[in-house]
Protein backbone atom coordinates (compact mmCIF):
# COMPACT_ATOMS: atom_id res chain seq x y z
CA UNK A 1 0.00 0.00 0.00
CA UNK A 2 2.99 2.46 1.06
CA UNK A 3 3.96 1.39 -2.27
CA UNK A 4 1.24 2.00 -4.17
CA UNK A 5 2.06 5.83 -3.36
CA UNK A 6 5.07 6.01 -6.01
CA UNK A 7 2.89 5.99 -9.55
CA UNK A 8 0.52 4.60 -11.61
CA UNK A 9 2.59 1.02 -12.08
CA UNK A 10 3.26 0.41 -8.16
CA UNK A 11 -0.51 1.09 -7.59
CA UNK A 12 -1.54 -1.55 -10.26
CA UNK A 13 1.12 -3.68 -8.89
CA UNK A 14 -0.92 -3.39 -5.62
CA UNK A 15 -3.93 -4.06 -6.85
CA UNK A 16 -3.16 -7.19 -8.29
CA UNK A 17 -2.28 -8.06 -4.58
CA UNK A 18 -5.05 -7.17 -2.71
CA UNK A 19 -5.03 -3.44 -2.30
CA UNK A 20 -8.31 -3.81 -4.71
CA UNK A 21 -9.97 -4.87 -1.46
CA UNK A 22 -8.34 -2.83 0.61
CA UNK A 23 -9.57 0.41 -1.28
CA UNK A 24 -12.80 -1.21 -1.61
CA UNK A 25 -12.91 -1.24 2.60
CA UNK A 26 -12.40 2.64 2.32
CA UNK A 27 -15.64 2.60 -0.25
CA UNK A 28 -12.75 4.15 -2.95
CA UNK A 29 -13.24 3.33 -6.45
CA UNK A 30 -9.78 1.53 -7.62
CA UNK A 31 -8.29 4.98 -9.14
CA UNK A 32 -4.98 6.12 -8.86
CA UNK A 33 -6.00 9.44 -7.59
CA UNK A 34 -8.02 8.26 -4.86
CA UNK A 35 -5.49 7.61 -2.72
CA UNK A 36 -5.26 10.78 -1.85
CA UNK A 37 -8.75 9.99 -0.22
CA UNK A 38 -7.20 7.93 2.67
CA UNK A 39 -7.21 9.51 5.92
CA UNK A 40 -4.04 10.93 6.33
CA UNK A 41 -4.06 9.48 9.82
CA UNK A 42 -3.97 6.46 7.99
CA UNK A 43 -0.93 7.07 6.14
CA UNK A 44 0.59 8.60 9.41
CA UNK A 45 0.44 5.56 10.99
CA UNK A 46 1.90 3.23 8.07
CA UNK A 47 4.79 5.58 7.59
CA UNK A 48 5.56 6.16 11.20
CA UNK A 49 4.39 3.76 13.38
CA UNK A 50 4.46 -0.01 10.88
CA UNK A 51 8.31 -1.50 10.86
CA UNK A 52 9.72 -4.04 8.48
CA UNK A 53 11.30 -6.04 11.42
CA UNK A 54 10.78 -5.90 15.20
CA UNK A 55 12.63 -7.50 17.60
CA UNK A 56 12.81 -8.35 21.60
CA UNK A 57 14.50 -10.39 23.61
CA UNK A 58 13.37 -14.10 22.75
CA UNK A 59 11.76 -13.13 18.89
CA UNK A 60 11.95 -11.63 15.56
CA UNK A 61 8.55 -10.58 13.78
CA UNK A 62 9.10 -10.03 9.97
CA UNK A 63 6.47 -10.25 6.97
CA UNK A 64 8.32 -12.35 4.57
CA UNK A 65 11.52 -14.14 6.21
CA UNK A 66 14.98 -13.47 6.91
CA UNK A 67 18.81 -13.79 5.58
CA UNK A 68 20.01 -16.38 8.42
CA UNK A 69 23.53 -14.97 8.44
CA UNK A 70 22.72 -11.06 8.54
CA UNK A 71 21.89 -8.92 11.44
CA UNK A 72 18.54 -7.76 11.52
CA UNK A 73 19.21 -4.13 11.31
CA UNK A 74 20.87 -4.66 8.32
CA UNK A 75 18.33 -7.10 6.66
CA UNK A 76 17.49 -6.05 3.13
CA UNK A 77 13.54 -4.74 2.16
CA UNK A 78 13.72 -7.73 -0.09
CA UNK A 79 14.25 -10.83 2.29
CA UNK A 80 12.01 -8.85 5.19
CA UNK A 81 9.27 -8.15 2.27
CA UNK A 82 9.21 -11.62 0.14
CA UNK A 83 11.32 -14.40 1.28
CA UNK A 84 9.11 -17.32 1.24
CA UNK A 85 8.65 -20.04 4.55
CA UNK A 86 9.39 -23.36 2.80
CA UNK A 87 13.20 -21.73 2.48
CA UNK A 88 13.35 -20.51 6.09
CA UNK A 89 16.60 -21.29 8.05
CA UNK A 90 17.38 -20.55 11.43
CA UNK A 91 18.64 -17.44 11.99
CA UNK A 92 22.10 -16.85 13.83
CA UNK A 93 20.75 -15.11 16.39
CA UNK A 94 19.17 -18.02 17.86
CA UNK A 95 15.82 -16.24 18.57
CA UNK A 96 12.71 -17.79 17.21
CA UNK A 97 11.14 -15.78 14.20
CA UNK A 98 7.56 -15.08 13.23
CA UNK A 99 6.40 -14.13 9.64
CA UNK A 100 3.37 -14.56 7.26
CA UNK A 101 3.24 -14.25 3.35
CA UNK A 102 3.56 -18.14 2.26
CA UNK A 103 -0.08 -19.03 3.21
CA UNK A 104 -0.01 -22.55 4.65
CA UNK A 105 -2.09 -25.49 2.80
CA UNK A 106 -3.74 -26.41 6.29
CA UNK A 107 -5.10 -23.78 7.35
CA UNK A 108 -2.96 -23.78 10.00
CA UNK A 109 0.41 -21.87 11.66
CA UNK A 110 3.35 -24.50 10.79
CA UNK A 111 6.06 -24.61 13.83
CA UNK A 112 9.41 -25.62 12.30
CA UNK A 113 11.12 -24.52 15.89
CA UNK A 114 13.28 -21.92 15.03
CA UNK A 115 10.36 -20.17 12.77
CA UNK A 116 6.64 -20.06 12.75
CA UNK A 117 4.29 -18.90 9.89
CA UNK A 118 1.04 -17.67 10.53
CA UNK A 119 -0.22 -17.08 7.05
CA UNK A 120 -2.91 -19.50 7.12
CA UNK A 121 -4.67 -17.48 3.90
CA UNK A 122 -7.18 -15.43 5.18
CA UNK A 123 -7.58 -14.09 2.07
CA UNK A 124 -8.20 -17.50 0.22
CA UNK A 125 -11.98 -18.77 -0.01
CA UNK A 126 -11.39 -21.17 2.92
CA UNK A 127 -8.62 -19.52 4.57
CA UNK A 128 -8.58 -18.45 8.23
CA UNK A 129 -7.57 -15.17 9.74
CA UNK A 130 -5.05 -16.17 12.90
CA UNK A 131 -3.88 -15.14 16.14
CA UNK A 132 -0.89 -16.85 18.26
CA UNK A 133 -0.61 -16.13 22.02
CA UNK A 134 3.35 -16.70 22.24
CA UNK A 135 2.91 -17.36 26.38
CA UNK A 136 1.25 -20.38 25.86
CA UNK A 137 1.43 -21.45 21.99
CA UNK A 138 -2.57 -21.46 21.74
CA UNK A 139 -3.73 -20.25 18.26
CA UNK A 140 -6.91 -18.79 17.72
CA UNK A 141 -8.85 -18.55 14.17
CA UNK A 142 -12.16 -17.29 12.72
CA UNK A 143 -12.87 -17.26 8.81
CA UNK A 144 -15.52 -15.64 6.82
CA UNK A 145 -18.11 -18.44 7.76
CA UNK A 146 -17.92 -17.43 11.27
CA UNK A 147 -16.24 -20.68 12.41
CA UNK A 148 -14.33 -20.23 15.46
CA UNK A 149 -11.23 -22.62 16.86
CA UNK A 150 -8.29 -22.81 18.89
CA UNK A 151 -5.49 -24.95 19.32
CA UNK A 152 -1.87 -25.04 20.79
CA UNK A 153 0.63 -25.08 18.22
Known amino acids: MMEARKGKSDFEYWLDNGGDTTMKSYGLPTHWESLSQIPKSHWYFLDSQCVD ?3 TEDYIFVHGGLDPQV ?3 DQSKE ?3 WNRFDKARP ?3 GKIYFCGHTPQPNGKPTHKGFAVCLD ?3 FLPDGWLSCLRLDDGMVFQTNTKGIVRK ?3
Open 91 to 93: HYS
Open 53 to 55: IAE
Open 151 to 153: FLI
Open 79 to 81: NTH
Open 120 to 122: TGV
Open 71 to 73: PIE
